[in-house]
């Protein structure tokens, strides 16, 4: 056998080893605390394995959600979780089984439609040719974006909607509550990482275009900038103080998608159907205002309420 | 050479198998904290390795991010809120 | 023939400070001495591979990115570092009871 191909064998299996070790881990672990840690690495381990597979788009997302913003979610909503509960997960054994029996059903249900959908594999790969065929009418070089913004924006429109969801919710829960305990040395290293994680935001929102990228990337790395500024004691995190403008915000990114699509509509285009002579510009300003709103709804879902006018 | 890199990968892989397994083995906070942030760094070796192995220039942006982002979750797990436990 | 033996040479020096890390994790008796060995791993590891891959990039615009990936490494391990060292002072104070 070759001897690179056997290289590659073995980083598969230590790779998939390590992902499964983590993945029982976290699921089994008792302390939520260690749970989240275990999640975090978990997703760290996964861009690594979407990386292994070529695939850069989800490992830049995987790493930006997952590894990064995610934790930090998680360990926010068990900050405002403690106060009621204990830090053990219910241990009763007949909600135990019955988890344990819904997730082999679940399970076997996955592992049967992927071995039906092995045979289709090769059709797949001819719709990703019939992307590329279509990319030059697409308004941008990168495939995965001209299918996220322009061939199935649908999609798209309504993941944004239902993050715009999500932080109604977390509005109606009331005023942030609680401040953090600031340190000098860390406010002080936070004023040199804020600038960076911002530029790196509006980095990855302009490679977008023709490389991996993207407004979901670059809004969690807007929000690690809000949270960064909330640790740091700045009580809002980087947000305006203006109400309207925070509201504003919030919404802009899916209003302005969904009336992008209806003008077109009524333009005679079709629901977001871009004429391909500006499709380039309408995807940059669609994407644009989704980073602001989705940068915006992390920070405050890390906050977990609406912001206070004169926080403590 | 490409063989030579995707051994180091595999090493680096293996470190990674063996301080996620000490990870699990420690009971303290602080410890696997530690062990976090250095299967952190192991990710960030592999993804440089991987970017110059498989030519994707791409995955240097992936480790950005990972590096970047890194602070922000040590932050909020070290924290204290005021007022409250933790 | 001479930049990939130099790259070898780097890559495992840099492999070795990994698995010194690894070894102080494991090893080390209390936890400012594991965070010291730790660092090592952060620092040098991490930019012994980085140096080593250098000599393998097809242009100068990914060294730059290499370079850039690096001393962002340093700035979060520094900063890294200084959050959990203070968080593992408050603990051992007895300030904190919560982990």
């Known amino acids: 056998m070759n001897l690179l191909d056997g290289l590659w064998g073995v980083l598969d299996l230590l790779l998939v080893a390590v992902l499964l070790l983590l993945a029982m881990a976290a699921v089994l672990s008792s302390d939520r605390r260690r749970s989240m840690m275990l999640f975090i690495v978990f997703g760290l381990v996964l861009a690594l394995v979407w990386a292994r597979l070529h695939a850069p788009d989800i490992a830049l997302a995987e790493a930006a959600i997952g590894a990064g913003l995610g934790g930090a979610l998680l360990m926010a909503?068990?900050?405002?979780?403690?106060?009621?509960?204990?830090?053990?997960?219910?241990?009763?054994?007949?909600?135990?089984?019955g988890v344990g029996v819904l997730v082999?059903?679940?399970?076997?249900?996955?592992?049967?439609?992927?071995?039906?959908?092995?045979?289709?594999?090769e059709q797949t790969w001819r719709k990703g040719a019939a992307v590329d065929a279509q990319l030059a009418f697409s308004g941008v070089s990168h495939p995965v974006t001209a299918v996220l913004l322009n061939f199935r924006a649908w999609d798209t429109l309504l993941e944004l909607a239902v993050l715009l969801a999500a932080i109604f919710g977390i509005r109606a829960l009331g005023y942030v509550r609680s401040a953090y305990v600031t340190e000098v040395a860390f406010s002080q290293l936070a004023v040199w990482l804020v600038p960076l994680l911002i530029l790196m935001a509006?980095?990855?929102?302009?490679?977008?275009?023709?490389?991996?990228?993207?407004?979901?990337q670059a809004g969690a790395l807007l929000a690690g900038a809000g949270?960064?500024?909330?640790?740091?004691?700045?009580?809002?995190?980087g947000l305006p103080t203006t109400r309207w403008l925070v509201r504003l915000g919030l919404v802009a990114g899916t209003g302005v998608f969904l009336l992008v699509g209806l003008g077109l509509l009524g333009w005679g285009q079709g629901f977001l159907h871009y004429p391909i002579a500006y499709a380039k510009w309408w995807i940059l300003l669609i994407e644009m205002l989704a980073t602001v709103s989705i940068g915006m709804t992390l920070t405050l879902a890390f906050m977990g309420g609406i912001p206070q006018k004169e926080a403590a | 050479m490409n063989t030579v890199l995707l051994a180091v990968v595999v090493v680096l892989a293996l470190v990674l198998l063996i301080s996620l397994l000490?990870?699990?083995?420690?009971?303290?906070?602080?410890?696997r904290l530690l062990a976090v942030q250095l299967l952190g760094t192991l990710g960030v070796a592999i993804l440089l390795m991987l970017a110059v192995v498989m030519q994707q220039r791409a995955f240097l942006d992936t480790a950005l991010v990972l590096v970047l982002l890194a602070v922000v979750v040590t932050a909020v797990f070290t924290h204290r809120q005021r007022g409250g436990k933790s | 023939m001479i930049l990939d033996a130099l790259s070898v040479l780097l890559l495992l020096l840099g492999l070795f400070f990994f698995v010194s890390g690894l070894l102080g994790l494991w090893r080390f008796p209390d936890t400012f001495a594991r965070l010291h060995a730790l660092t090592k791993a952060d620092n040098l590891g991490l930019g012994l591979v980085m140096t080593g891959l250098l000599f393998q990039v097809p242009d100068v615009l990914w060294a730059i990115k290499f370079i850039l990936v690096w001393l962002l490494a340093l700035v979060a391990s520094a900063v890294n570092a200084h959050l959990i060292a203070v968080f593992l002072h408050r603990q051992q104070e007895g300030h904190d009871e919560s982990a």
Do not use: K, N
């Open chain 1, 202 to 216: 509006g980095y990855v929102l302009w490679a977008g275009a023709h490389s991996p990228g993207g407004a979901f």
């Open chain 1, 227 to 237: 949270i960064l500024l909330r640790l740091a004691g700045y009580s809002h995190a």
């Open chain 2, 22 to 31: 000490i990870m699990l083995s420690r009971t303290r906070l602080t410890d």
């Open chain 1, 104 to 121: 082999m059903v679940l399970g076997t249900a996955i592992a049967w439609g992927l071995f039906s959908v092995l045979p289709t594999v």
């Open chain 1, 77 to 97: 909503t068990l900050r405002r979780d403690t106060h009621q509960q204990t830090d053990q997960f219910p241990q009763h054994p007949v909600v135990l089984w």
